[in-house]
T-cell receptor, first 114, second 114 residues
Framework: DAGVIQSPRHEVTEMGQEVTLRCKPI?????LFWYRQTMMRGLELLIY????????DSGMPEDRFSAKMPNASFSTLKIQPSEPRDSAVYFC????????????FGDGTRLSIL | AQSVTQPDIHITVSEGASLELRCNYS??????LFWYVQSPGQGLQLLLK??????LVQGIKGFEAEFKRSQSSFNLRKPSVHWSDAAEYFC????????????FGGGTRVLVKP
């Protein structure tokens, strides 16, 4: 079974550039989550979607961050303009919905902003 | 709101020895509990989950966890650790009040000595 697929796996770019991270959830899952992981702050939930609709974006750090889910099989997280403090590993996860359902994680995108 | 505490940031254990990782949660009703493992460079992988019923649950890779309502704990155990168990372990709680979100603990990093 295909798991959650994220691309790219690694991204290195200069500050000020636009960064787009992509995620394909597991087929049939109706909830999608974006997380950020750093040494200092650990694992942080940025935003999550149910049935392609954003439900809670309270974790999005600031207006430079935006996320979309145009259909059930694709989501993007965009940072514009990027800053060095955005350097982190970004994870996408999906689940079949409900608090009793486990989330399935992708392998993450390691983002470095120079 | 629910919360999760993993009191041990790092644990070092000898190969072949037993391992126990602590997890304490705060939530008024019966929570949905999960343990995840993260190997270097990878996403989080589900080890096991507890919803109801038998308070001792078995997971993958020889791990088990016990739910103790009176202590608000969900500790993870393994009788004999292998070098490949070196990783970071996360406890998480889901709750009806939180919708589809999971609340993660800060993680425990396990180092295995030969």
């Amino acid at each position: 079974d295909a798991g959650v697929i994220q691309s790219p796996r690694h991204e290195v770019t200069e500050m000020g550039q636009e960064v787009t991270l992509r995620c394909k959830p597991i087929s049939g899952h109706n909830s999608l989550f974006w997380y950020r992981q750093t040494m200092m702050r650990g694992l942080e939930l940025l935003i999550y979607f149910n049935n392609n609709v954003p439900i809670d974006d309270s974790g999005m750090p600031e207006d430079r961050f935006s996320a979309k889910m145009p259909n059930a099989s694709f989501s993007t997280l965009k940072i514009q303009p990027s800053e060095p403090r955005d350097s982190a590993v970004y994870f996408c996860a999906s689940s079949s919905g409900g608090p009793n359902q486990p989330q399935h994680f992708g392998d993450g995108t390691r983002l470095s902003i120079l | 709101a629910q919360s999760v505490t993993q009191p041990d940031i790092h644990i070092t254990v000898s190969e072949g020895a037993s391992l126990e990782l602590r997890c304490n949660y705060s939530y008024g009703a019966t929570p949905y509990l999960f343990w995840y493992v993260q190997s270097p460079g990878q996403g989080l992988q589900l080890l096991l989950k507890y919803f109801s019923g038998d308070t001792l649950v078995q997971g993958i890779k020889g791990f088990e966890a016990e739910f103790k309502r009176s202590q608000s704990s969900f500790n993870l155990r393994k009788p004999s650790v292998h070098w490949s168990d070196a990783a970071e372990y996360f406890c998480a709680v889901g709750a009806v009040a939180a919708g589809n979100k999971l609340t993660f603990g800060g993680g425990t990093r396990v180092l295995v000595k030969p």
